[in-house]
């Protein structure tokens, strides 16, 4: 047929296994399953957000306001930014989609991380780019400013902290791999986890108006997916100078969030109690799997977001315990698909965390 020919040898994104289809292909009840796969907020949906979502339903008949001007407000205020430097994207991928867009054809080369989001990479095959990866899954300076000046790249991401590993680099050393790009190629830092970040090490914060001063090259992604709760209303935002803005806005399809969605996330903004409360139980809880990890000498990840990486010897295989742990309704995510005998817990309640901790251990004592 008349596809493009890169389709034919393109991946398409491996979502985490909804509770939908565990259900249905284990027969275990909704209620008993604990999805810890696609770092959600296991705190739910904020109270406020819900109320606000049920005010705005009636509105469900209208076009939203493209201008998105109430979140761009509130965004600017945040961030102290203008809202001229700031555009909305449906998640902060949709964003990353837009980026690549506008930058990449099949001249292009793309820079990341050996192992970071995978977004980056199907995004830039939809442009028929190339991706350059440094040696290293973890973050390093070093490696980030050699590749780029053997390469050339007209694209670089870095995750900040880093999906599915949990690294983050200090700010100092993102400071120092900008400082050796040329500000001809745009540089993306990935901050869809900044505020765990933030809250467990004030070194890796990233201010996005001190850097888009400083830095004209550089684009901010932030995401209401992971801290605030809503995966689900698909919204997330960058920052840049309003020229790189200007020019995102050209790829972007009038209309891109709902109305429901804008909403939420401005009520979102607002609910420090709940925010508060989710980073406290993160760090909290955090300690717990680390504790078990050093128990079981099992190696994981210093993470700074709000899941955590084990990796296995060779005595355990990452995509049995993966198993064994969906057929007990945990789904978490095996990062075998990134050539790593390794899974990724999103940080649970500390009810959740328990069962899957008592499963892992159930596991390795057999
Ligand atoms: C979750 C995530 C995103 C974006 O999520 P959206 O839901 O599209 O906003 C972006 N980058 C990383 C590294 C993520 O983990």
Same mark, same amino acid.
């Given at each position: 047929?008349?596809?493009?020919?890169?389709?034919?040898?393109?991946?398409?994104?491996?979502?985490?296994?909804?509770?939908?289809?565990?259900?249905?292909?284990?027969?275990?009840?909704?209620?008993?399953?604990?999805?810890?796969?696609?770092?959600?907020?296991?705190?739910?949906?904020?109270?406020?957000?819900?109320?606000?979502?049920?005010?705005?339903?009636?509105?469900?008949?209208?076009?939203?306001?493209?201008?998105?001007?109430?979140?761009?407000?509130?965004?600017?205020?945040?961030?102290?930014?203008?809202?001229?430097?700031?555009?909305?994207?449906?998640?902060?991928?949709?964003?990353?989609?837009?980026?690549?867009?506008?930058?990449?054809?099949?001249?292009?080369?793309?820079?990341?991380?050996?192992?970071?989001?995978?977004?980056?990479?199907?995004?830039?095959?939809?442009?028929?780019?190339?991706?350059?990866?440094?040696?290293?899954?973890?973050?390093?300076?070093?490696?980030?400013?050699?590749?780029?000046?053997?390469?050339?790249?007209?694209?670089?991401?870095?995750?900040?902290?880093?999906?599915?590993?949990?690294?983050?680099?200090?700010?100092?050393?993102?400071?120092?791999?900008?400082?050796?790009?040329?500000?001809?190629?745009?540089?993306?830092?990935?901050?869809?986890?900044?505020?765990?970040?933030?809250?467990?090490?004030?070194?890796?914060?990233?201010?996005?108006?001190?850097?888009?001063?400083?830095?004209?090259?550089?684009?901010?992604?932030? =995401?209401? *997916?992971?801290?605030?709760? /809503?995966?689900? $209303? @698909?919204?997330? +935002?960058? #920052?840049? =100078?309003? *020229?790189?803005?200007?020019? /995102?806005?050209? $790829? @972007?399809?009038? +209309?891109? #969030?709902?109305?429901? *969605?804008?909403?939420?996330? /401005?009520?979102? $903004?607002?609910?420090?109690?709940?925010?508060?409360?989710?980073?406290?139980?993160?760090?909290?809880?955090?300690?717990?799997?680390?504790?078990?990890?050093?128990?079981?000498?099992?190696?994981?990840?210093?993470?700074?977001?709000?899941?955590?990486?084990?990796?296995?010897?060779?005595?355990?295989?990452?995509?049995?315990?993966?198993?064994?742990?969906?057929?007990?309704?945990?789904?978490?995510?095996?990062?075998?698909?990134?050539?790593?005998?390794?899974?990724?817990?999103?940080?649970?309640?500390?009810?959740?965390?328990?069962?899957?901790?008592?499963?892992?251990?159930?596991?390795?004592?057999?």
């Amino acid at each position: 047929m008349g596809f493009k020919q890169y389709l034919e040898s393109l991946n398409s994104y491996e979502a985490g296994k909804p509770i939908e289809l565990v259900v249905r292909d284990y027969g275990i009840y909704a209620e008993d399953i604990i999805k810890l796969a696609s770092n959600e907020n296991p705190l739910g949906t904020s109270d406020c957000v819900i109320k606000a979502i049920k005010k705005e339903a009636k509105n469900a008949f209208r076009y939203p306001d493209d201008s998105m001007f109430e979140l761009k407000e509130a965004l600017s205020k945040k961030y102290r930014v203008y809202d001229k430097n700031i555009i909305i994207g449906a998640g902060s991928d949709q964003i990353i989609d837009f980026i690549i867009k506008a930058i990449c054809s099949k001249s292009s080369k793309v820079l990341i991380s050996a192992t970071t989001f995978a977004m980056y990479e199907i995004y830039a095959k939809h442009n028929e780019a190339s991706v350059i990866r440094t040696k290293s899954g973890i973050h390093k300076a070093d490696e980030f400013i050699d590749e780029y000046k053997r390469h050339n790249p007209n694209l670089v991401f870095l995750c900040l902290p880093n999906n599915p590993l949990g690294d983050c680099l200090d700010r100092n050393e993102v400071y120092r791999i900008l400082d050796s790009i040329s500000k001809d190629c745009i540089v993306v830092l990935d901050c869809a986890y900044m505020q765990f970040a933030k809250y467990k090490d004030k070194a890796k914060l990233i201010t996005p108006n001190e850097i888009i001063g400083k830095y004209q090259n550089v684009i901010y992604l932030g =995401t209401f *997916s992971k801290l605030y709760g /809503l995966g689900g $209303l @698909r919204v997330g +935002f960058g #920052i840049a =100078t309003d *020229s790189i803005i200007a020019t /995102l806005n050209k $790829l @972007r399809p009038p +209309f891109n #969030i709902t109305n429901v *969605s804008l909403k939420a996330a /401005l009520a979102a $903004l607002k609910d420090k109690k709940f925010t508060q409360e989710t980073l406290k139980n993160n760090l909290k809880e955090m300690a717990v799997y680390e504790d078990f990890a050093r128990t079981n000498n099992i190696e994981y990840i210093d993470s700074y977001t709000n899941f955590i990486t084990f990796i296995f010897s060779n005595k355990v295989d990452s995509t049995q315990l993966s198993q064994y742990l969906l057929k007990n309704g945990i789904i978490i995510r095996n990062l075998k698909s990134y050539g790593m005998n390794a899974i990724r817990i999103t940080i649970g309640t500390k009810k959740q965390n328990k069962r899957v901790l008592k499963y892992i251990s159930k596991y390795l004592k057999r």
